[in-house]
Nanobody, 125 residues
């Protein structure tokens, strides 16, 4: 069964740190681009960071230098380490599995994207 299971999140004061985890099915982790998105109340969901199978990463400008995305291939888990958190980081954070840079193999039988259940991150000032 293909799934993404998130853990982590919570309430932290401004300047604090949190780590999110997302455990994925092996088929997901071995091919898909893994990423984190967030959605604040009244706003659209936005990209936070992505990491592909070779470890290359992309970050939103708003989190560069503060957040780190990483992956552990031994346990099929992607992490988001969030340092120096600010009130504007408050949002529901979603783990995402999306298309790899070169696309999927022909006749791919799985969905093109998957989402985790979401984790609330609240930063108080």
């Amino acid at each position: 069964q293909v799934q993404l299971v998130e853990s982590g999140g919570g309430l932290v004061q401004s300047g604090g740190s949190l780590r999110l985890s997302c455990a994925a099915s092996e088929i997901i982790f071995s091919i898909y681009t893994m990423g984190w998105y967030r959605q604040a109340p009244g706003k659209q969901r936005e990209l936070v960071a992505t990491i592909i199978t070779d470890g290359r990463t992309v970050y939103a400008d708003s989190v560069k230098g503060r957040f780190t995305i990483s992956r552990n291939n031994a346990n099929n888990t992607v992490y988001l380490r969030m340092n120096d958190l600010k009130p504007e980081d408050t949002a529901v954070y979603y783990c995402n599995a999306g298309p790899p840079p070169g696309g999927f193999p022909r006749d791919w039988d799985y969905e093109y994207t998957y989402w985790g259940q979401g984790a609330q991150v609240t930063v108080s000032s």
